[in-house]
């Protein structure tokens, strides 16, 4: 950088996840522009949700190098837009728009300093959601209709809804309030990520053991609510418990988990194989299936995973 270089705000929501950089992106801190990432580098989903969780908004790029950056996003968008994916059915045209105010709704939740205050919106933007969700035919064509790339938590937190509302109705759960308590518990089963707090010179695996306790803070969020129900308490404190007893916070096995937090385990599991994947979506679903088939297994309700991947072998 020479002296006179002049930086842009670049919003938040124009980084591609995982692409690599078209220029130096900097972050200002102490008065200062600190360079983030260098040109050819790439943001992932981890280094993207640590600038999510500490309020970043924007980061800044050089004026001059603005051109490439609109390039850069403008062809991804293009690309993506141009990936073929099941046209949908005229009774779900308005799912892309609900899913698209989910997401800007977990956005501001992810960003705010007072996530509690917003839960309420969240959760009547969830039921819209489950609504959408439930117009869906007995088997979507391609899961690709109701699953796109998990770039951060923001589109894992969609996802993880969308999909287990899905699940939910397909494995025979018919009544809406039921559904929409799936669907709200996957919305927002991640909302205490941003309470933890990592400094950057920590290492991953100390970074990964103070993330645990992100089940605890969700449930601590929700718990200043009275009108956020008891079931979606239940499935965000409770959604990394396994079957086999080896998850956390409190370990608890099978039956000691309540019944709709075993869907959503299941459908929080397969987005974050699929989002670390390689290929194509369809070629990271099916390695996710083949993965949780045969290695995973012991971590979910036997009856309902079989059931599950049933479903979702049906999608892909
Ligand atoms: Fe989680
Ligand atoms: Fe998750």
């Given at each position: 950088m020479a002296l006179g270089d002049q930086y842009v705000t670049w919003n938040l929501?124009q980084i591609?996840?995982?692409?690599p950089l078209p220029g130096n992106v900097y972050v200002h801190i102490d008065f200062r522009f600190i360079t983030f990432r260098a040109e050819g580098d790439?943001i992932?989903?981890?280094?993207?949700?640590?600038l999510?969780?500490?309020?970043i908004r924007s980061v800044f790029i050089l004026e001059q190098d603005r051109p490439k950056f609109q390039n850069w996003y403008?062809?991804?968008?293009?690309?993506?837009?141009?990936?073929?994916?099941?046209?949908?059915?005229?009774?779900?045209?308005?799912?892309?728009?609900?899913?698209?105010?989910?997401?800007?709704?977990?956005?501001?939740?992810?960003?705010?300093?007072?996530?509690?205050?917003?839960?309420?919106?969240?959760?009547?933007?969830?039921?819209?959601?489950?609504?959408?969700?439930?117009?869906?035919?007995?088997?979507?064509?391609?899961?690709?209709?109701?699953?796109?790339?998990?770039?951060?938590?923001?589109?894992?937190?969609?996802?993880?809804?969308?999909?287990?509302?899905?699940?939910?109705?397909?494995?025979?759960?018919?009544?809406?309030?039921?559904?929409?308590?799936?669907?709200?518990?996957?919305?927002?089963?991640?909302?205490?990520?941003?309470?933890?707090?990592?400094?950057?010179?920590?290492?991953?695996?100390?970074?990964?053991?103070?993330?645990?306790?992100?089940?605890?803070?969700?449930?601590?969020?929700?718990?200043?609510?009275?009108?956020?129900?008891?079931?979606?308490?239940?499935?965000?404190?409770?959604?990394?418990?396994?079957?086999?007893?080896?998850?956390?916070?409190?370990?608890?096995?099978?039956?000691?988990?309540?019944?709709?937090?075993?869907?959503?385990?299941?459908?929080?599991?397969?987005?974050?194989?699929?989002?670390?994947?390689?290929?194509?979506?369809?070629?990271?679903?099916?390695?996710?299936?083949?993965?949780?088939?045969?290695?995973?297994?012991?971590?979910?309700?036997?009856?309902?995973?079989?059931?599950?991947?049933?479903?979702?072998?049906?999608?892909?």
């Amino acid at each position: 950088m020479a002296l006179g270089d002049q930086y842009v705000t670049w919003n938040l929501e124009q980084i591609l996840v995982g692409e690599p950089l078209p220029g130096n992106v900097y972050v200002h801190i102490d008065f200062r522009f600190i360079t983030f990432r260098a040109e050819g580098d790439t943001i992932d989903r981890i280094a993207f949700d640590r600038l999510l969780f500490k309020k970043i908004r924007s980061v800044f790029i050089l004026e001059q190098d603005r051109p490439k950056f609109q390039n850069w996003y403008g062809k991804i968008q293009e690309a993506e837009a141009a990936t073929p994916v099941e046209p949908l059915a005229p009774q779900n045209k308005e799912f892309p728009k609900v899913r698209e105010e989910a997401h800007r709704k977990m956005m501001d939740i992810f960003l705010s300093d007072h996530p509690d205050k917003i839960v309420q919106q969240t959760l009547e933007t969830s039921k819209k959601l489950v609504v959408e969700v439930m117009k869906f035919p007995y088997a979507v064509k391609t899961l690709s209709q109701l699953q796109s790339f998990s770039r951060s938590s923001v589109d894992h937190s969609v996802n993880v809804s969308i999909l287990s509302t899905y699940l939910a109705m397909q494995m025979g759960y018919s009544h809406a309030l039921i559904l929409q308590h799936v669907g709200m518990g996957g919305l927002l089963h991640d909302i205490g990520k941003p309470r933890i707090k990592v400094s950057d010179s920590e290492t991953p695996e100390v970074i990964a053991i103070k993330m645990k306790d992100h089940p605890t803070m969700g449930l601590r969020i929700l718990d200043t609510q009275s009108k956020v129900p008891n079931e979606v308490k239940m499935i965000v404190a409770q959604h990394h418990e396994t079957h086999d007893a080896s998850g956390y916070p409190k370990k608890l096995r099978g039956s000691a988990i309540y019944d709709l937090t075993r869907i959503v385990a299941i459908a929080n599991v397969f987005d974050n194989i699929v989002s670390n994947g390689k290929g194509t979506l369809r070629e990271r679903q099916k390695a996710a299936i083949n993965e949780i088939d045969q290695n995973l297994f012991r971590k979910f309700d036997p009856q309902k995973l079989e059931k599950a991947l049933k479903i979702l072998k049906m999608g892909v």
